[in-house]
């Protein structure tokens, strides 16, 4: 079996013939000497007119600069390659990678070299895409105005952007390689500890408190933040490490709370809307056979007249004075809410008959001293409570036993309470029933 270098150079030309990439063999003064049909064809010349040229006198000064530093490497025994853009014939503007390699003698000696072509143009404009996604990547992270940090499994933080380093404020070199407890403190780290541990389990996490604005470097007072802990998953599924991303989301949480205050509240007098009150009826009559509830209907008596002589503003301010007033005579626990018009009811938790007309009593001295600052007075209020579960067990069933009681204390001569069980006698004294 002969040696390579035994083999005749025309048998050699011949064989790389058949190859289907472009060959060329190159003397040491960068004159092309061989080159293989595929070679004719992607250089886009005849045998003729590329035997003999140097490289720089086929392709340019340009194509020599970039192939001179891997020529002499080749010449001195080494295997190299070099990428350029092509600027000859059909294949202007596509990129190529360029083998170079020794064609050495029996001694050793390098009087000549190979190039092997190869088209990676697909690869080259795919690798730059991906560079520049990554540098707008790069520069979204490192420019969006919420804080974003990466930390390993071991809580150590492996990437800040500035708006990070903004809040903490510290610069990245002093943040990245430390544990995010060391970095924000050991109350901070408390804090949020539970939320980073349960990311590491693959959940993704989201915590949403008000901070100290001058604490974190934010303007405007105490804000309402969120951060999201989100679990990075390698090839495996394993959980790497978290990103975390901070927002702020206070003007979002006031219009929130806003809301559902509007919701749950009455616009005037701030007490607990209709809607919320029924809510609340109903949930506590769950319980009710342990707990029992007293639900007292408040109606004031005489408020036209009030809205006659001093006008709407006059009865608005009332209506405000007296939910304040109910609001008062009860505990924190119990709530106030406006049924509507000048109507109000009242549930709060009792221990019996006794206690219910006690609390009833207490409320209708407190609508009295409101209405004793009214100008020309005659404003008062009849009161009917009804208990559950001992009167009734159903919302609608309870709120019409206090209304009937109240209608009844209507009757009965007004500012007064009356109890749904003893609404068809007529007592004595009002300031007792």
């Known amino acids: 079996m002969p040696e390579p270098h035994d083999i005749p150079a025309s048998t050699l030309e011949r064989l790389v013939d058949v190859v289907a990439l472009p060959i060329g063999r190159w003397d040491a003064d960068s004159r092309l000497v061989f080159c293989n049909r595929p070679y004719q064809l992607w250089s886009g010349r005849t045998r003729d007119e590329l035997i003999g040229q140097t490289l720089a006198q086929l392709y340019g000064d340009e ?17 190299t390659s070099y990428e350029r853009l092509l600027r000859h014939g059909t294949l202007t503007g596509r990129w190529a990678r360029i083998q170079v390699f020794p064609d050495a003698d029996a001694s050793g000696q390098v009087h000549s070299v190979y190039t092997i072509a190869t088209d990676i143009h697909e690869d080259v404009t795919a690798r730059e895409a991906l560079i520049a996604a990554r540098v707008r990547l790069d520069r979204f992270t490192e420019n969006i105005p919420n804080p974003l940090t990466y930390v390993d499994r ?9 708006a990070y380093c903004e809040m903490v404020g510290k610069p990245a070199d ?18 949020h500890e539970p ?28 804000r309402w933040l969120r951060t999201s802990y989100v679990p990075d998953f390698d090839a495996e599924g394993q959980v790497v490490g978290l990103y975390t991303v901070t927002i702020d989301v206070h003007d979002l949480t006031v219009a929130q709370e806003q809301l559902r205050r509007s919701v749950e ?27 029992p509830v007293a639900l007292f209907f408040v109606d004031l008596d005489g408020f036209k007249s009030v809205n006659d002589r001093l006008g709407h503003r ?3 301010a009332l209506l405000i004075k007296v939910a304040q007033a109910l609001q008062s005579s009860v505990r924190a626990d119990d ?21 219910a007309r006690a609390l009833a009593l207490h409320m209708l001295e407190a609508v009295r001293r409101v209405s004793a600052g009214v100008p020309g007075g005659g404003v ?51 300031a007792t029933h």
């Open 63 to 79: 194509a020599w600069e970039r192939a001179r530093p891997a020529f002499e490497r080749a010449f001195r025994g080494a295997t």
């Open 154 to 162: 071991e809580f150590v933080l492996r990437f800040v952007n500035k």
């Open 174 to 191: 002093q943040l990245l390689g430390r544990h995010i407890g060391a970095v924000r403190g050991q109350r901070r780290w408390a804090e």
């Open 195 to 222: 939320h980073f541990r349960r990311a590491l389990e693959g959940k993704t996490v989201q915590y949403t408190r008000l901070v100290d604005g001058l604490a974190n470097n934010l303007t405007g007072g105490p």
């Open 265 to 291: 509240r009455d616009v005037l007098t701030d007490v607990l809307s209709r809607r919320t009150m029924m809510d609340r009826i109903e949930a506590a009559l769950v319980t009710a056979v342990h707990d």
């Open 314 to 316: 006059e009865g608005d």
């Open 335 to 355: 709530a106030v809410g406006r049924f509507g018009g000048d109507e109000f009811l009242v549930l709060a938790s009792v221990r019996g008959q006794a206690g």
């Open 380 to 430: 008062s209020a009849s009161i009917g409570y009804a208990i559950a579960p001992a009167d009734a067990q159903h919302p609608l069933k309870l709120l019409q036993c206090a209304d009937d009681a109240m209608y009844a204390a209507k009757r009965l001569g007004k500012d007064r309470v009356q109890h749904t069980a003893e609404r068809s006698s007529a007592p004595s004294d009002p």
